[in-house]
């Protein structure tokens, strides 16, 4: 028969919409959604200058003070509005490009309309004789990065103003916020990680801090640092009436897909699922978990058949993947039924040399098979009948869709010695599921063990949330 091999399969990792949708929307929830807000400098405590910062400083902060006012600015501030606009609205790499180029031109020319107030900071910041004075520069900074859309001096004034001590302390996590996010920014990582994990250990949260955090050790190739801090951070806002959004969960399932670590994937998507049980994310969960578990055959087969309960087909190598696993040699009646709804589905396309050749060997063999499923159970039921024919009988009846008939079996097979306990505790809950025995089939899922673990917790969620109504689809 013409079996797909697993190389060529995985060669197209890339190309599956469910796949390439969770990576894309993670990382979409990540650095690049997680831009840093304008921040505005705060307010001056009460400050005592040393007399030679003020003689460098004073003018300069009235300089500053005035730049709003200059035609200049306010003509290039507008040219910059209207290119940044432009820049949003592109579409096309060229485009893009195009619009990013004179975006920078306007923006040049922004911070050349204050090109002498910024030449000066420097020597009020030399200028510094006391904790005053610094905290004092760093307001200045602040304003002027902030009116130059310089990310780069607002960071220097943030770091002054927190360096000087001066700050009201119930501001002081605001601080390290922006700190952290203009080191994120600067792609200063381990500065990053600093700041926001000062900020969020004093109780702030705002502007998605968390996610941020994480996403500091994610950019930074610290990925198992990342998830632990991402998951705390999705537990974080799920404690609040607001609960974590989709792409955080799909930031952590793509990371941990591109690191192949195994376990920490399942977990996303276990999470995710539960919070957003969309047949997309469903077909992301499934894919991911199935690309790095690289499990055998029939691990992948329970695998697929959960995607199909969860009608979460996504493209055709979803239903190649599951006719080798299903094989037509083994159970016929299951095959045809997948290739089927493929085709039905317009995901496969009957004349392709697999697909006939599968429907072929499937139609071929479906009406004996189905013949010897009297015999099976009768064989099964006798008391010499081995583990494997009695789990054999009741693979068969499952794939047939007769789930009384296989958990009756599955029960009988636990029961004999050399029995694949985990496979059959496995099929026996997907039995219990199909009647409607939900409770059981948690039961039974929650039991399995060895590399089965991960796909029986993914059925037991299913399970679940057969069992309790749904919650709503992520906007």
Known sequence: MMIRN???????????T???????LGLASGAAALTTPVMAAPAAPKLNFTKPFVAVAGPLSKAVDEIKKRPEYIGAQGRLTATTVALQQARGSAAIA???????????????????????????????????????????????????????????????????????????????????????DAKDFAAARVGLQAAVNGGYHDNDADALLAESYLSDNQVPQ??????????????????APAGWYRRGLGAAYKAQLLEQATDFAMSLVKAYPTADNWAGAITVVREIGKFPAQETLDLMRLMGRTNSYAEERDYIEYIQAADPRRLPGETLKVIEAGIAAGKLRANDPFVSEARTIANGR????????VALERDARSPAATASTVSGAADAFLSYGDAAKAEALFNLALAKPGAEQDRVLTRLGIAQLDQGNL?????????????RKYI????????????????????
Not at 18 to 24: E, G, N, Q
Not at 131 to 160: C, E, I
Not at 366 to 373: E, G
Not at 439 to 450: E, H, I, L, R, T
């Open 6 to 16: 697993r190389k060529q399969a995985r060669a197209a990792l890339f190309a599956p």
């Open 18 to 24: 469910a796949l390439r949708a969770v990576l894309a």
């Open 98 to 184: 195009q619009a990013r180029s004179t975006r920078e031109a306007a923006l040049t020319e922004l911070r050349a309309t204050m090109s002498a107030e910024i030449s000066q900071l420097d020597a009020v910041f030399a200028a510094i004789g006391n904790q005053d004075d610094r905290f004092s520069a760093g307001q200045l900074a602040t304003n002027l990065g902030t009116l130059a859309q310089d990310q780069a001096l607002q960071r220097r004034g943030v770091l002054a103003m927190i360096e000087s001590g001066k700050t009201n302390p119930a501001d002081l996590p605001r601080f390290q916020y922006f700190a952290g996010s203009f080191a994120f």
């Open 226 to 243: 990342g998830l632990a801090v991402l998951k705390q951070a999705i537990e974080t806002r799920n404690a609040t009436p607001n609960k």
């Open 366 to 373: 479906i009406a004996a098979d189905r013949a010897s499923l």
């Open 439 to 451: 409770a059981g089939a948690q039961a039974n899922f929650a039991k399995v063990n060895g590399q």
């Open 456 to 475: 029986a917790q993914l059925w037991g969620i299913y399970a679940a949330q057969k069992a309790a109504p749904a919650p709503a689809a992520a906007p």
